[in-house]
């Protein structure tokens, strides 16, 4: 098992709004691309996150071979519990997820 970091091209998290973050997972090829669009699961990252996968909007795309998730923010952006102000640190939990 290989982290999901060393996998893929990239992996990067950023606002979607004050309300929502996306993470875009970049894996350069098709083979790549399957790979990870078998082996993480919106449940796991749901889980990573602690929050309802349910929540959460997923979106693989083959002709590009990224893989997306949207998922609400756990505190609204710029307020007093916001930690990461622009969601550029949740790219890094995701990148140390496991994946076959």
């Given at each position: 098992?290989a982290?999901?970091?060393?996998?893929?091209?990239?992996?990067?998290?950023?606002?979607?709004?004050?309300?929502?973050?996306?993470?875009?997972?970049?894996?350069?090829?098709?083979?790549?691309?399957?790979?990870?669009?078998?082996?993480?699961?919106?449940?796991?990252?749901?889980?990573?996150?602690?929050?309802?996968?349910?929540?959460?909007?997923?979106?693989?795309?083959?002709?590009?071979?990224?893989?997306?998730?949207?998922?609400?923010?756990?505190?609204?952006?710029?307020?007093?519990?916001?930690?990461?102000m622009h969601?550029?640190?949740?790219?890094?939990?995701?990148?140390?997820?496991?994946?076959?």
């Open positions: 098992m982290e999901l970091g060393q996998i893929v091209e990239k992996v990067r998290s950023k606002n979607a709004g004050p309300f929502w973050l996306t993470i875009d997972i970049f894996c350069g090829n098709a083979e790549k691309f399957r790979r990870v669009s078998q082996g993480v699961s919106t449940e796991r990252v749901a889980k990573l996150f602690g929050t309802d996968p349910g929540d959460m909007k997923r979106f693989d795309i083959p002709s590009l071979n990224v893989v997306k998730f949207s998922l609400p923010r756990p505190a609204v952006q710029g307020t007093c519990a916001d930690r990461d969601g550029a640190s949740y790219a890094a939990l995701v990148a140390e997820l496991a994946v076959n």
